[in-house]
């Protein structure tokens, strides 16, 4: 059911459950700050002293039992894309949780991420592969899906920059599938990642008292990749594949532009490090509150240029070019920034 045919009541129950979503992730965040779980500080980390982690247990909790009551709400009898949806998230959460305790092996978390991604994308296509041109299409999706997990996995680096443009690109996803009519399965869902990161975010910004930890950067990123998947199939949506990417088109170019010039210097791409361009502006001197302040300004510029496209005030090039003019201009700041900074080198 669609925002525009629900009766009053569902709308107050509905409003109320996310006012109650964001009180209990707040609550939970609080909780996991007292399990005393500690991120220690390394060669490779922002913060000086050791910081409690695990907030996206929080983040993940809200989200797991936000969406069917959002659904049940709203009447809404759960499609396969709902369920794979959930299952994954759940998924993938326990196994990162498992990983913040214990880390393990790069290329078992790899693992991981690339079995939930197949989950959503064979329940977002609705039916199994049986052609070359649906097997194209489930690999191309989860591509997308592990990409998304690792590119807010590996810039949640910086107390609260992660989690706020995650927040900003749910935000406005939930707005531009209430302006196409689309269903509580797609605005629904963003809107409670939306108030489970809402509670978290105040544990984490300005000063991180608690750090999502994989299991939420994680999480977040695949919620995020299959929101991005349900505008691509909403017909009222103009180019609604690439939305999602121009909304983390700030994030997106850092982590690919990173990896690009780590492989071309023969750098292990799993390898952790600090050479990502949010982490150089640190190290150059830049205050970590600019530095995401930044990047949720970028989330919200291209947001904008998303809502533009999507409702046909502008092009595909205008859309494009206004996020790639700003990554530039970013980019030359941070390189200005290194090269003037004594003992810095990328």
């Not at 191309?140 to 910086?158: E, K, Q, Y």
């Given at each position: 059911m669609t925002l525009v045919h629900a009766d009053h009541g569902a709308a107050m129950l509905f409003v109320l459950l996310l006012g109650a979503g964001a009180t209990v992730a707040a609550l939970l965040s609080r909780r996991v700050i007292g399990l005393r779980?500690?991120?220690?500080?390394?060669?490779?980390?922002?913060?000086?002293?050791?910081?409690?982690?695990?907030?996206?247990l929080a983040i993940l909790a809200v989200f797991m039992t936000?969406?069917?009551?959002?659904?049940?709400?709203?009447?809404?009898?759960?499609?396969?894309?709902?369920?794979?949806?959930?299952?994954?998230?759940?998924?993938?959460g326990l196994f990162s949780w498992r990983d913040d305790m214990h880390p393990m092996p790069a290329l078992w978390k790899l693992r991981a991420q690339v079995l939930a991604a197949l989950l959503v994308a064979w329940g977002s296509l609705g039916v199994l592969?049986?052609?070359?041109?649906?097997?194209?299409?489930?690999?191309?999706?989860?591509?997308?899906?592990?990409?998304?997990?690792?590119?807010?996995?590996?810039?949640?680096?910086?107390?609260?920059?992660?989690?706020g443009c995650t927040l900003l690109a749910c935000m406005a996803t939930a707005l531009l599938c209430l302006h196409a009519g689309a269903g509580v399965d797609t605005w629904g869902t963003a809107l409670v990642m939306a108030v489970a990161i809402a509670g978290f975010l105040p544990f984490n910004f300005p000063r991180a008292r608690l750090f999502m930890g994989d299991v939420g950067s994680q999480c977040c990123g695949l919620v995020l990749g299959a929101l991005g998947l349900h505008m691509a199939d909403l017909p009222p949506l103009a180019h609604g594949r690439v939305l999602m990417p121009l909304m983390l088109s700030g994030l997106l170019a850092d982590v690919g532009v990173t990896l690009l010039r780590r492989a071309m210097l023969r750098r292990p791409l799993l390898q952790a490090h600090r050479e990502h361009f949010y982490q150089m502006a640190h190290r150059g001197g830049m205050e970590p509150t600019a530095i995401t302040m930044l990047a949720w300004a970028a989330t919200l510029c291209g947001a904008v240029a998303a809502g533009a496209l999507a409702g046909g005030v502008i092009g595909l090039p205008a859309a494009t070019g206004g996020p790639l003019a700003l990554q530039l201009v970013w980019a030359a700041v941070v390189i200005w920034r290194v090269r003037h900074a004594p003992g810095v080198r990328w």
């Open positions: 779980i500690l991120d220690y500080p390394t060669g490779r980390s922002a913060h000086a002293r050791p910081v409690p982690k695990g907030g996206g936000g969406v069917p009551l959002a659904q049940m709400l709203w009447h809404h009898a759960p499609t396969l894309a709902d369920k794979t949806l959930l299952a994954a998230t759940a998924w993938l592969p049986h052609d070359g041109a649906a097997w194209t299409a489930l690999a191309g999706r989860s591509l997308w899906l592990v990409v998304l997990c690792n590119a807010i996995n590996f810039m949640d680096g910086l107390d609260g920059l992660a989690a």
